[in-house]
Every structure is written in structure tokens, then in C-alpha cells.
């Protein structure tokens, strides 16, 4: 049987997405603790993929994951998930809200939960968790010294035998999470017509027009951009890289060429992957980006550099 990994422990998110998406389909699950670790199992070859968070809709990026995916062996995007998040504060039975002095959940949770945590738990002292359901789970197990309740997707309490203090405590009903399915490079998924392709791009050098000529080489070929986001490099103070997904597939003539111009203007890009996107929605192209447009340009500069000028 295969295996796939998700951020864990059993009852997160990352599951939950995992379990939506068709190519893990009747696989092993393996849950791991952090980031890191889920993609630490796919480099060693030990799963086929992993399912991490990415994106959330209120709080931005996962930074931990887009770092990740920047550094260390390559790996690609193969697929991608989004699901909307719904929370609950859950507790030990027998556990009241007026017991709750500390609550436990990751960042992410917390900060879409702020709202309600000042109205209802002004006092209670926030700790970090490498994801809702760690949390749930060292609720659970006992091991807890320092909070009495845990924010968790709703089915965690469910799973860990806890009881639901309050549900629904995200201060917005709208929030969504994304999640990328991760595996080793290889052959990419096939080109759908409504596709997204992520990209790491590290500067030559900073100076005035940097990152306009990163965006040029997409604005010129009618390439969209979903997400840009800058990162530290870790290298020195003030030097950053970018995270950006743009419409597309690499095999679509708009995509290629711009990666081909980006080779040139940075110092590194690496791929991370063309795939379909979870909303199925495709590129609105203006005149001169399509790929038959390409083949057509492509096809007049032969002619004119084997000396048939005339025929334009």
C-alpha cells in the first residue's frame, strides 16, 4: 500500500485535505509532527507525497511551509486543496469555561480566533501548537501543563473524547485554508486548461527596478499572478526572495517563456510545480498569449530568417 503524509497528528486540517484529494485514494496515512518533518518523509522517499498547508485566506501564508519548499532537495507541487475552516474550543470533560486560564492551537488558529478569545477569554494565556489537533491531542493524553482547553477543527473533539466548550469561534465565516500536495520530482501532472504553476524566485543582486523586471517577464507575456510573497533569505539583513504562483501550466507557450526570461534576470528560480486548481477556474487571455498565437509569431520569424520576407 502506498503511504502519504500530512501534518498530524490525526484529526488536523492537512487530513482532512488529504482525504479529499483522488490521488490518495485508498492510501496509508502518515501523520508527522511538523512541516518539516512531512516533507522530510517525501525527499527520503519513504511516501509518495505529503499534504501541508500553504495559504490561509485571513492570515496569509504558511511560512514555515513556502520556507521549506525554498531550500533543501527539490521537490514539486502536484496537486492543491482548499478547505474552509471552521473552529471549536474544546476541553477535558468536566472542564468548564470559567477553568480555562490557558488555550492551545496553532498561530494560524489563534489569530482567526482573536476576536472571540478577547470577548469570552480575556484572560487566558495563548499556547503555540504545531498544529490544532497536537493540541487537541496533548489535551487529551493529559500532558498539558499550562492550558486547560485547545482550538481544533470540530471533529477533533470527536476524535480525542473532549468536550466542545464553544463552537464556531472564528471571527470569520469565510476563512479558507490552502493545502499543496508535495512529492518528488518527477513527471508533472498534464496540463488542464485551468492550471496553477508556484515558482521561488531569488534576486541577482538588489538594486533600483529589481523586482520590476521579475514582474516584467510576466506582465509581457499576459502571465496573472495568484500570490507574490517575500521571504528572507536567512543570508543577510534586507535579502529576500519571492514565493509567487501565476495561471498556468509550464507546458502552456506564455508560462515557459516567462520562466525562460526569469532564468535570465535571476540568480535562481526553482520550480515547484504545474498542477490543476482546486476551483477549476481558467485564465481570461488577451490577444497575443495564447499558444496558437506563439506557434504563429514562432512560425514568421522562421520564414523571415531563411530569407522568405514576403510572404510577412
Known sequence: MTAYAYL????????????AVPQAAGARFVPCATVTTALQ????????????????????????TQDELAQGAPVVIIAEWALPVRFALMARPGTTLADVRGVAT???????????????LPEALAIPAAST??????????????F????????AASTYQLDTLADGIGDNDEAWTRFVLVAQPGELPPATGADKTTLVLFMREDHPGALLAILTEFAVRGVNLTRIESRPTRKA???????????????????????????????EVRFLGSYARHDGKEPLLRHGVTDDDYTDAAAWLSRIRAGNHRRG
Open 8 to 19: 498530524g497528528p490525526a484529526g488536523t486540517f492537512s487530513e482532512a485535505a488529504l482525504r
Open 41 to 64: 518523509e517525501v525527499r527520503a522517499g519513504r511516501v509518495v507525497a505529503a499534504m501541508v498547508p500553504i495559504e490561509n485566506s485571513v492570515e496569509g501564508p504558511v511560512s514555515t
Open 106 to 120: 496553532h498561530p494560524h488558529a489563534l489569530a482567526q480566533c482573536r476576536g472571540w478569545l478577547a470577548e469570552n
Open 133 to 146: 489537533a497536537a493540541a487537541a491531542a496533548a489535551l487529551a493524553a493529559g500532558d498539558h501543563p499550562g
Open 148 to 155: 486547560e482547553a485547545a482550538i481544533a477543527d470540530p471533529l
Open 237 to 267: 539583513l534586507g535579502d529576500y526572495y519571492f514565493s509567487v504562483d501565476c495561471e498556468g501550466h509550464i507546458d502552456d507557450a506564455r508560462v515557459g517563456e516567462a520562466l525562460m526570461g526569469l532564468r535570465r534576470v535571476c540568480a
